[in-house]
């Protein structure tokens, strides 16, 4: 993501996550990127960015992937979502924006949730803004602060 005010905006989310998290078992370990992919047809940029994510991931990850067919999850229910999986003992979540094509389908498949910010496509930049809030913000839930008023 290039450097701009989204940039900054999202990395401050995820400082106050990095920060709010831990007491309530969370640990951030950042955040990774893989470069478009150049092959010729969406279906071979889609499996090449998969294997890439793919390959990223920790052993035993659960896979979110952000898409616009995804399930709507309210604050509380992607907050309750991560306890979830915290309470498993489950130590790592892969988040993944799709790319201009999207996910590729067996990966989609794969996915233990796919996950909607709302039906609209979003540029890259805000859904990154959006998703690090909602961090923070499920952090806040988790931990009965007041930021997140319903």
Do not use: C
Not at 55 to 70: I, K, N, T, V
Not at 95 to 123: C, M, N, S, Y
Request: aromatic share 6%.
């Amino acid at each position: 993501m290039k450097a701009g005010p989204e940039r900054d905006l999202a990395d401050r989310y995820l400082d106050r996550f990095a920060k709010s998290g831990p007491p309530i078992g969370f640990e951030f370990s950042g955040v990774g990127e893989i470069a478009e992919s150049r092959a010729r047809s969406a279906d071979e940029r889609r499996r090449e960015e998969s294997r890439r994510i793919a390959d990223m991931q920790a052993e035993g990850a659960a896979l979110f992937l952000l898409d616009e067919r995804g399930r709507n999850l309210t604050s509380e229910d992607f907050s309750r979502e991560l306890a979830d999986l915290r309470d498993q003992g489950r130590r790592h979540l892969t988040l993944v924006i799709g790319g201009p094509d999207g996910h590729d389908p067996a990966f989609r498949k794969a996915a233990e949730r796919t996950i909607a910010l709302g039906a609209q496509t979003w540029p890259h930049q805000l859904v990154r803004v959006m998703l690090a809030e909602q961090l923070y913000r499920a952090a806040t839930i988790l931990s009965g602060h007041p930021y997140h008023r319903a």
